[in-house]
């Protein structure tokens, strides 16, 4: 399991550094490729007037209201980028895209304020609706499109919105083949009414205000990563060693044929997160937190794994942590016994 202890030498000297002391800009890094490439898919969706300004933070986000992208600040900077694949697996190109496309569709909802239209709270629901962290979500419900991890569109009417704009504007989506006989096809066509609508429209806010900008970040980036890692880890906060014992058995005496169920767990870490994190939704950075407990848990319990079995393995601990996930998702917790 890696941690910040782990850092390698040539990554060392930027733990201590202020992230506001970082220098760190859209332009000329990695991110304004993807900055571009939105605007592009914009362009040939026709929104020839609608243009989301993006900025650096500390994650991905819109703020409440307010038509500008906040894109995590650690892939504006090549070495900030390889400490994160170190610490919470980097988003790859495709999910960078996933997450702009998502993005825009909050802020193309508060630029033109489509939220107070009638038809707009008829198919999604209020807008006002409390926003809850945890919620109950239908799996493979027909009235909700799916583009990111999980279920994601089914939690705030603002949420199913951006999801559905974020399929609409995915090139070779091929939506109208995709989702001809689902109900979320109604959300569909809406999108694409109102995108015909606002082709030549400025924006009813032009410019939005942004919340906690890269410049505003007074942490160090290992204080950021600390916090971090302190809230997801206080998050999984269940005893997993009754279940993994009954997985795995323990080391015991000298046995041939095995090796530490800890060593395979953390070769199925990417898998077993990426499988978790996509079915259920639940951050990825929790996901990866309950996958690292239970390493630590098979470590402190010398419990061992069977060579030649790693098959079966993977598909009890995807099912294991996948129905975990789902309490925490719907409960707010990893309820357990």
Same mark, same amino acid.
């Given at each position: 399991?890696?941690? @910040?202890?782990?850092?390698?030498?040539?990554?060392?000297?930027?733990?201590?550094?202020?992230?506001?002391?970082?220098?760190?800009?859209?332009?000329?890094?990695?991110?304004?490729?993807?900055?571009?490439?939105?605007?592009?898919?914009?362009?040939?969706?026709?929104?020839?007037?609608?243009?989301?300004?993006?900025?650096?933070?500390?994650?991905?986000?819109?703020?409440?209201? &307010?038509? %500008?992208?906040? %894109?995590?600040?650690?892939?504006?900077?090549?070495? @900030?980028?390889?400490?994160?694949? @170190?610490?919470?697996?980097?988003?790859?190109?495709?999910? %960078?895209?996933?997450?702009?496309?998502? &993005?825009?569709?909050?802020?193309?909802?508060?630029?033109? *304020?489509?939220?107070?239209?009638?038809?707009?709270?008829?198919?999604?629901?209020?807008?006002?609706?409390?926003?809850?962290?945890?919620?109950?979500?239908?799996?493979?419900?027909?009235?909700? %499109?799916?583009?990111?991890?999980?279920?994601?569109?089914?939690?705030?009417?603002?949420?199913?919105?951006?999801?559905?704009?974020?399929?609409?504007?995915?090139?070779?989506?091929?939506? *109208?083949?995709?989702?001809?006989?689902?109900?979320?096809?109604?959300?569909?066509?809406?999108?694409?009414?109102?995108? *015909? &609508?606002?082709?030549?429209?400025?924006?009813?806010?032009?410019?939005?205000?942004?919340?906690?900008?890269?410049?505003?970040?007074k942490l160090t980036v290992e204080q950021f990563y600390r916090r971090f890692s302190r809230q997801n880890g206080a998050a999984v906060d269940v005893s997993l060693d009754a279940d993994l014992a009954g997985f795995f058995p323990s080391q015991g005496r000298r046995r041939k044929g095995v090796r530490p169920a800890a060593d395979l767990l953390e070769e199925m870490r990417p898998l077993l997160?990426?499988?978790?994190?996509?079915?259920?939704?639940?951050?990825?950075?929790?996901?990866?937190?309950?996958?690292?407990?239970?390493?630590?848990?098979?470590?402190? @319990?010398?419990?061992?794994? &069977?060579?030649?079995?790693?098959?079966?393995?993977?598909?009890?601990?995807?099912?294991?942590?996948?129905?975990?996930?789902?309490?925490?998702?719907?409960?707010?917790?990893?309820?357990?016994?």
């Amino acid at each position: 399991m890696f941690t @910040l202890e782990d850092v390698p030498q040539e990554l060392r000297e930027l733990l201590g550094k202020r992230i506001s002391q970082l220098g760190l800009r859209i332009e000329g890094s990695r991110v304004e490729r993807f900055v571009q490439q939105l605007h592009r898919e914009l362009e040939l969706k026709a929104l020839r007037k609608f243009k989301p300004a993006c900025y650096l933070t500390d994650e991905w986000g819109c703020p409440d209201g &307010e038509p %500008v992208i906040g %894109v995590p600040f650690y892939l504006a900077d090549p070495r @900030l980028s390889q400490l994160e694949k @170190l610490v919470n697996d980097l988003e790859g190109d495709r999910q %960078v895209m996933m997450y702009m496309r998502h &993005e825009a569709g909050h802020a193309i909802n508060y630029a033109y *304020r489509l939220h107070a239209r009638p038809e707009w709270r008829k198919l999604f629901g209020p807008y006002h609706r409390a926003y809850r962290e945890h919620y109950q979500p239908v799996p493979f419900s027909r009235k909700y %499109v799916r583009h990111i991890e999980g279920w994601y569109a089914q939690k705030h009417p603002d949420e199913d919105f951006a999801e559905t704009f974020a399929v609409w504007l995915t090139p070779r989506s091929n939506w *109208r083949r995709s989702y001809r006989s689902w109900p979320a096809i109604r959300k569909l066509r809406y999108v694409e009414r109102v995108a *015909r &609508e606002l082709r030549d429209r400025d924006p009813d806010v032009p410019n939005g205000t942004v919340d906690l900008s890269v410049d505003d970040m007074k942490l160090t980036v290992e204080q950021f990563y600390r916090r971090f890692s302190r809230q997801n880890g206080a998050a999984v906060d269940v005893s997993l060693d009754a279940d993994l014992a009954g997985f795995f058995p323990s080391q015991g005496r000298r046995r041939k044929g095995v090796r530490p169920a800890a060593d395979l767990l953390e070769e199925m870490r990417p898998l077993l997160t990426d499988k978790i994190t996509y079915w259920t939704g639940v951050k990825r950075a929790v996901v990866r937190a309950l996958v690292e407990r239970m390493t630590r848990t098979c470590k402190d @319990l010398h419990l061992v794994a &069977e060579t030649g079995r790693e098959q079966h393995y993977a598909v009890e601990l995807t099912a294991y942590g996948t129905t975990l996930a789902m309490t925490y998702l719907t409960r707010g917790k990893f309820f357990h016994g």
